[in-house]
């Protein structure tokens, strides 16, 4: 029996802080972005939860998301929400990655993403503060995670992708009780919408960083690994970077966990990877800024790190820095072939997104970049499943001479 997402514990958020400016904000009220139109960032007694509970205590615990509730800003028990947040396994791939590569396979989560983990937390939250009707703009799974959580709390959803928005994604978002629309845009132009009629007070705004709490919920995710390595952190990490939601988490997770003194100084160098067709934070930060301006005609095949411009850029940019990573582009032709090589060598079937994290990781141990006895960790964020595949149809008649040897 898990008790996790039945019994109070207590809680020790105290205030939100505008990510940019530094100012403060107050806890347990509505927000968006800051005054100065950047992300907020949840903020804890950090002193009194070191005092509250131990690293022991949370590992003695059934090994879900909720397992880390005074991490978390969820005040009051009866707002947890869940569908089955496992822990997800560190799967190695030997054949196509190396003996030191760990895939984080986000894809057993509930709706098939780790965006299950962001959304969670954001409806939760929503529901604590009383918010009875969403709107989000989605490349797909967050829609998709949105619209099974805010079902589950009897929370109205309304969600808009870009007309190519793979065809599986758009039928689940309608069918765990959102109402969908195809845009003919891509996921900004959809943001723009639901910015419109978040102004007009039509419902409250859930894009990616413009609520406070899908970061938390991402956050789990570096908070999982410090467990999952013996509360240490492996020498590199892969992340497919879209808005950047959890590379902004785990750098966050790793620094509270620190302050905790749950781990040490050393951190994983963070490598964002980005399509080669719409690599915005690669841009950026070759050419040094601090932040990154939007990318025209946006196209790849990983429809999730398909997003033009992010509103925590600057998040991204300087947790990668700081880190001693860095930010890579892969072509699609690469993340395909990725994808297929793990399938066929590992069994494993990746997600065009985890495609790119392998692909940047081999290119990287090319360049010298990453030696190849480091511990490394690649994010694979879907289930290979919601993805087209390539076509197997061979057929057989029954009825005639089956050639066995050359089955
Ligand atoms: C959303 C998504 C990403 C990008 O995640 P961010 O945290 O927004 O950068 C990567 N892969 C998949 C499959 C996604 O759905």
């Known amino acids: 029996m ?3 997402l039945t019994t109070d514990r207590p809680t020790f958020v105290t205030h939100l802080e505008c990510s940019l400016t530094g100012e403060r904000y107050a ?69 196509s990655g190396g003996a030191n590569v760990l895939v984080k396979d986000e894809g057993r989560l509930p709706t098939g993403s780790f965006k299950a983990r962001g959304l969670v937390m954001a409806v939760a939250m929503a529901k604590e503060l009383g918010v009875t009707r969403i709107a989000m703009p989605t490349n797909g799974n967050a829609g ?38 195809r845009v003919n845009g891509l996921i900004d132009d959809c943001g723009a919408i639901v910015g419109k009629g978040a102004a007009d007070g ?38 497919p970077t879209g808005g950047g939601t959890g590379l902004i988490g785990m750098w966050k997770a790793f620094d509270e966990l620190e302050r905790l003194g749950w781990i ?59 880190s001693g990573g860095k930010a890579v582009a892969v072509g699609d032709p690469a993340i395909l072939s990725a994808v297929d090589e793990c399938a066929r060598r590992d069994g494993l079937l990746l997600c065009p997104e985890g495609g790119a994290t392998l692909a940047a990781y081999r290119q990287a141990v090319r360049d010298g970049e990453v030696d190849a006895d480091e511990r490394v960790v690649l994010f694979n964020c879907a289930t290979g ?23």
């Open 2 to 4: 898990n008790d996790n």
């Open 27 to 95: 806890a347990d009220t509505l927000h968006n972005l800051s005054r100065a139109g950047r992300p907020l960032l949840v903020r804890y007694d950090l002193d009194a939860l070191g005092r509250a509970v131990s690293r022991d205590d949370i590992a003695s615990r059934a090994t879900d998301l909720w397992r880390w509730r005074e991490l978390l800003p969820v005040r009051h028990t009866r707002n947890v929400v869940s569908l089955g947040e496992i822990e997800t396994p560190l799967v190695p791939i030997p054949g």
């Open 144 to 181: 998709a995670a949105l619209a099974a959580y805010a079902t589950r709390v009897g929370i109205e959803t309304i969600v808009f992708c870009p007309e190519d928005t793979p065809e599986v994604n758009v039928r689940e978002i309608a069918m765990q009780g959102a109402r969908v629309w």
């Open 202 to 239: 039509r419902w409250f705004d859930f894009s990616t960083l413009k609520e406070p709490y899908r970061i938390e919920g991402k956050k789990t995710m570096g908070l999982e690994l410090a467990a999952q390595f013996g509360w240490s952190l492996p020498d590199a990490i892969f992340y």
């Open 264 to 322: 040490g100084s050393a951190r994983p160098r963070m490598y964002a990877v980005q399509a080669s067709g719409c690599a915005p934070i690669v841009r950026a930060f070759e050419a040094g800024e601090e932040h990154a301006e939007r990318w025209e005609d946006a196209h790849t095949v990983a429809a999730g790190i398909r997003v033009p411009r992010a509103v925590g850029d600057f998040l991204i940019l300087r947790a990668v820095r700081e």
């Open 385 to 407: 499943l919601k993805y087209p595949m390539p076509p197997a149809d061979r057929t057989l008649d029954r009825h005639g001479d089956i050639d066995f040897d050359a089955l």
